[in-house]
Nanobody, 126 residues
Framework: QVQLVESGGGLVQAGGSLRLSCAASGRTFSGRAVGWFRQGIGKEREFVAA????????YYEDSAKGRFTISGDNAKNTVYLQMNSLKPEDTAVYYC???????????????????WGQGTQVTVSS
């Protein structure tokens, strides 16, 4: 079993930046894809970004492209989401999630993930 803990959320002004971290314990991220999702108040949980099993491939939701960057540090067993040029509409609880090892499928689908963190709040003021 892998446990995920997110950190790095907070309050930031529009145009600012935050870096979210997702640390794994219990098991490593090895062989797993890791995704970031977010859920605003009254909204469905939606895909933001993912990094594939080999950490060579990354995937982004359209509104995140060019502003957000997902990356992994295998030595620290941590995946990051660097968020720049933040907008008020980015306000949400951000969750990281991991697949089972060697899963290959649609990384933008939340049902592809078996392990979830507790979430970290990101609030962007206008």
């Amino acid at each position: 079993q892998v446990q995920l803990v997110e950190s790095g959320g907070g309050l930031v002004q529009a145009g600012g930046s935050l870096r979210l971290s997702c640390a794994a314990s219990g098991r490593t991220f090895s062989g797993r894809a890791v995704g970031w999702f977010r859920q605003g108040i009254g909204k469905e949980r939606e895909f933001v970004a993912a990094i594939g099993r080999s950490s060579l491939n990354t995937y982004y939701e359209d509104s995140a492209k060019g502003r957000f960057t997902i990356s992994g540090d295998n030595a620290k067993n941590t995946v990051y989401l660097q968020m720049n040029s933040l907008k008020p509409e980015d306000t949400a609880v951000y969750y990281c999630a991991a697949t089972v090892p060697y899963y290959s499928g649609n990384y933008s689908n939340k049902n592809s993930y078996n392990h979830w963190g507790q979430g970290t709040q990101v609030t962007v003021s206008s």
